[in-house]
């Protein structure tokens, strides 16, 4: 199975009503070996953060077989529009 960025993004869209996600490839040569993700959803809400990282993990578990590096952030709505005014 290729992994693409665009794959991530939409699964996570699908699965967890995420309203936003930045999926970016850190991979040195860009070989979808290792990804950066930002995830806003409401699903989220009156999670904690390990409780959040764990549905974005299951939601990608397959994929998460073929990659090697995987570095995420879970924001509610709430938070992201927080954060983007700072």
């Not at 992994?3 to 970016?24: N, Y």
């Not at 995830?39 to 993990?57: A, D, I, T, Y």
């Amino acid at each position: 199975m290729a992994i693409t960025a665009d794959h991530i993004r939409e699964k996570l869209i699908k699965e967890l009503a995420a309203v936003h996600v930045d999926v970016e490839d850190t991979s040195p040569n860009r070989c979808a070996a290792s990804y950066k993700v930002l995830v806003v959803s409401s699903q989220f809400e009156g999670k904690p953060l390990l409780q959040r990282h764990r549905m974005v993990n299951t939601c990608l578990a397959e994929e998460l077989k073929e990659i090697h590096a995987f570095e995420q952030k879970t924001l509610t709505p709430e938070q992201w529009e927080k954060q983007k005014s700072q």
